[in-house]
């Protein structure tokens, strides 16, 4: 029933009140709605919801995020035609967090398919076989 529209009663409403005053939060009742949404625009599973005891328990399944030989495939690709990308703006571009990008980035390079070329700031990647 929480992944369509119904009626919410806050627990506190004093301090519901102040949330919504203070712009922490647009309504009460739509929080599962929206979840749920983003979550499904992120190509993710929604979460289950149970009740037990009084309580709401949400559980979400994540995504494998360990380097996946498609990722890497991915970040090459970028990298070959752009080697000046960095480890943010390749994230944002995947979908995925720097530590993934990272991880995907130290695995290539110890295959010796990627080498850094310069520093951190200025230096560029090179795609090798």
């Known amino acids: 029933m929480l992944f369509q529209p119904h009626e919410s009663t806050p627990w506190n409403p004093w301090i519901a009140s102040v949330f919504y005053r203070r712009g922490l939060i647009e309504t009460w009742g739509g929080g599962t709605l929206k979840i749920a949404s983003q979550m499904q625009d992120a190509g993710l599973q929604p979460p289950t919801i149970v009740e037990n005891a009084g309580f709401v328990i949400m559980t979400f399944v994540m995504p494998d995020r360990r380097t996946s030989e498609k990722m890497s495939e991915k970040v090459l690709a970028a990298l070959r035609r752009d080697g000046k990308l960095t480890i943010s703006a390749l994230a ?16 290539r390079q110890e295959e010796n398919r990627l080498s850094r070329i310069g520093q951190d700031k200025g230096g560029h990647w090179k795609v090798g076989g």
């Open 92 to 107: 944002i571009q995947f979908g995925v967090t720097t530590r993934t990008i990272e991880r995907t980035l130290k695995k």
